[in-house]
């Protein structure tokens, strides 16, 4: 979401013929003379042999052992690099069979991204009958309402969210007991010289007095998208520390979007190396964020699969690895494609909702079964068809 989301890049290794010696004809073995001293040649010496055979330059280190040197080292990296993700494609594979556990349902945990228009003017009364006949009867629980985005200073325009109060009252009228919570987002100067610098702390200073804003505005929380977000970021850290104390303060809640977690180990350092783009966290500060917040929502999309039976495997080893560093008493939700594009990164015929509910209550059967504070968000809702809808309802909802 925002500026960008990922898992493990599939495909077999594709390998060329590798260079032989050149075979000329001529007879077979059995057919060769005995072997008699060469005929001279007119002016009495040896008559030209040709060139040597391709084994001969080999073997004298010419330009043709070293092609077959340079051709073979090729190979041999490009299966280093191919054969581990092959087999982690295989264990994906794997990680979707089986059958998810009695009760791996929804927990009334659930969330879901709103669009912009929902507090910019353009929704009316009748939008917001309609959301409530679609929202009731499932487990949604909190909406995250685009509000902004943040300026690159950290500070939000009160412009951005004129109709605000307008939506936070319909919502509690027609759908008691849901809360509505301000999206506040923006692109980090990360991987380019343009975006928010969480470095800076007067940025940071800004981005808490916007979530104080916000609260007096009426949202009862604050969900933070921030990307691309690189892991072991320190400052991203000491921002949430910050926000809670302020969400704390008036009981309300503090969520983030989550990048998704290494399927490899230390992979975000080898793709940062390779694209400059690590995109992933590593499982451990996945877990430092998830101590620091009331809920954390994991983008389990985009994540660069082929297949519905690998995206649905990648989706359970996410939820297995976020469920074994949230603590309990932080609400995880697992993201679920409600939206279709087909780009580098997402196959819309891969990256379906019915995959994703599966591999999420395969996760969640084999690590945690029985844990209250887990559920599913759902982005996005302008992009959302019947049959996402339908799959939600049948596959999680129950």
Do not use: C
């Amino acid at each position: 979401m925002g500026s960008g989301r990922g898992g493990v890049g599939g495909g077999e290794p594709e390998i060329g013929r590798r260079g032989g010696s050149a075979v000329t004809g001529g007879p077979a073995a059995t057919d060769v003379p005995a072997a008699t001293d060469p005929p001279e040649a007119a002016d009495g010496g040896v008559p030209p042999q040709g060139p040597p055979a391709p084994d001969d330059e080999s073997s004298t280190g010419g330009r043709g052992g070293k092609t077959k040197w340079v051709r073979r080292s090729l190979v041999a990296f490009v299966l280093a690099l191919l054969l581990p993700a092959l087999g982690a494609e295989i264990a994906l594979r794997l990680n979707y069979t089986g059958e998810p556990a009695d009760g791996t349902y929804t927990r009334g945990q659930d969330a879901i991204w709103l669009g912009h228009a929902w507090v910019d003017g353009r929704k009316t009364d009748a939008d917001i009958a309609v959301l409530a006949r679609r929202l009731k009867s499932t487990g949604i629980r909190d909406l995250y309402v685009h509000s902004g985005p943040l300026e690159h200073d950290g500070t939000l325009p009160e412009s951005d969210y004129p109709r605000a109060a307008w939506l936070i009252e319909s919502v509690h009228r027609e759908l008691p007991g849901v809360r509505v919570q301000a999206w506040l987002g923006d692109k980090l100067a990360t991987e380019s010289p343009d975006g928010l610098r969480l470095r800076n702390p007067a940025t940071r200073t800004a981005i808490v007095t916007s979530t104080r804003q916000i609260l007096a505005a009426g949202f009862e929380g604050a969900h933070f998208d921030l990307e691309p977000l690189h892991s072991g970021d320190a400052n991203y850290l000491d921002l949430l520390d910050r926000l809670h104390e302020v969400t704390q303060a008036d009981h309300a809640q503090l969520s983030v979007a989550a990048h998704q977690i290494d399927p490899l180990p230390a992979f975000h350092s080898f793709w940062g190396t390779v694209t400059n783009h690590p995109k992933w966290w590593s499982q451990a500060y996945f877990g430092q964020v998830a101590r620091r917040v009331d809920q954390i929502a994991v983008m389990s999309y985009d994540t660069m699969q082929p297949l519905q039976s690998l995206y649905g495997g990648y989706v359970a080893q996410q939820t297995s690895l976020a469920l074994e560093v949230t603590p309990d008493d932080t609400d995880l939700l697992m993201g679920l494609p409600f939206y279709h594009e087909n780009r580098f990164g997402h196959r819309g015929a891969a990256e379906t909702v019915p995959a994703a509910v599966r591999g999420v209550r395969l996760g969640l059967s084999r690590t945690d079964a029985h844990r209250t504070n887990f559920g599913v968000a759902l982005y996005v809702d302008f992009a959302a068809t019947e049959a996402d809808w339908t799959a939600y309802r049948e596959g999680w909802v129950r």
